[in-house]
């Protein structure tokens, strides 16, 4: 696609719920990344995902966060037993393959999530 | 660890007038160093960027300086109009990784 698409764009859900969050990366970029950003603050680093290797999942806060990535393209972030600390709005980013931190992102939308 | 400091946190300047957003890495490799604006609610976007082997970039009224002996980069914006404000992160790439600062809350008074 043109852009990263993220879905959905606002999730509310209750507390103890799972949840997952999609991101579709423009085409054609084999890096993918996963991050939190706070009501007002900056960009929280969640996963990185890179071709076949095995992800990089340094950032996830729990074992309750958990993602995938299929086929090298659609990825899914997935929040078990959801807590309210975890409202939040989830952003995804993908770049073109490279090593790594050596090109810039194209974030999507985000996905605004609220546990009540 | 090795992150990105960035300075100051908030800054608020009068149209028309300059601005200038100062980030200081701590790993002499980084080799790439973007600069993102996000406006409220609205995604991150990559406005500039600059690699280690030139001293400064100019895109119209946006400019980025790269200090490599100093280790530190900054982000130069003049003639500043409402359109302007917005949060501004810088990023370096680190250990093979890319480490964001914290960034900075631009207000453009009118």
């Known amino acids: 696609g043109a852009g990263v698409s993220q879905s959905p764009s606002n999730k509310v859900t209750e507390k103890g719920k799972d949840v997952e969050l999609r991101c579709d990366p423009i085409s054609g970029h084999t890096a993918l990344y996963w991050y939190r950003q706070s009501l007002g603050q900056g960009l929280e680093f969640l996963i990185y995902?890179?071709?076949?290797?095995?992800?990089?999942k340094s950032g996830l806060p729990s074992d309750r966060f958990s993602a995938e990535r299929t086929g090298g393209s659609v990825s899914t972030l997935t929040i078990q037993r959801t807590q309210q600390e975890d409202s939040a709005v989830y952003l995804c980013?993908?770049?073109?393959?490279?090593?790594?931190?050596?090109?810039?992102?194209?974030f999507g939308s985000g996905t605004r999530l609220t546990v009540v | 660890g090795e992150n990105v400091e960035q300075h100051p946190s908030t800054l608020s300047v009068q149209e028309g007038d300059s601005a200038v957003i100062k980030c200081t890495y701590s790993?002499?490799?980084?080799?790439?160093f973007p600069w993102y604006k996000q406006e409220l609610g609205k995604r991150p976007q990559l406005i500039i960027d600059?690699?280690?082997?030139?001293g400064e970039k100019k895109d119209q009224r946006i400019a980025v300086t790269l200090n490599k002996t100093a280790k530190h980069f900054s982000l130069h914006i003049t003639e500043t109009q409402p359109e302007d404000s917005a949060v501004y992160f810088c990023?370096?790439?680190?250990?093979?990784?890319?480490?964001f600062g914290a960034g900075t809350r631009l207000s453009v008074k009118p």
């Open positions: 600059i690699r280690s082997n030139v």
């Open positions: 790993d002499s490799a980084s080799n790439y």
């Open positions: 995902f890179q071709g076949n290797s095995a992800p990089d």
């Open positions: 980013a993908s770049s073109l393959q490279a090593p790594r931190g050596t090109h810039g992102y194209t």
């Open positions: 990023a370096a790439s680190i250990n093979n990784d890319m480490r």
